[in-house]
């Protein structure tokens, strides 16, 4: 889903996956493995996408870029 952000420009969230799908503002599309609902549901409702994904994603989840 497209999401207010300076930074990110959506998320998405496969539940029976646990994997969090971000494409930022640049283009580039990560995705997140093992992300909890909660953790994606407080993402979402975050003031800040950005800072919230610094503090509480990037580095905590492993992750891999994504084509295209």
């Known amino acids: 889903m ?3 952000s300076t930074a990110i420009q959506t998320i998405d969230y496969d539940t029976e ?4 799908f971000v494409r930022f503002t640049s283009g580039e599309r ?3 493995v ?3 609902a909660e953790v994606c549901r407080s993402f979402l409702d ?3 996408k ?3 994904f610094h503090a509480e994603i990037r ?3 492993p992750y891999n870029r994504l084509g295209g």
């Open 34 to 36: 093992g992300v909890p």
């Open 30 to 32: 990560y995705v997140y």
């Open 2 to 4: 497209d999401v207010d």
């Open 17 to 20: 996956r646990a994997k969090l």
């Open 46 to 48: 975050a003031d800040s």
């Open 59 to 61: 580095d905590q989840y």
């Open 50 to 52: 950005g800072s919230f």
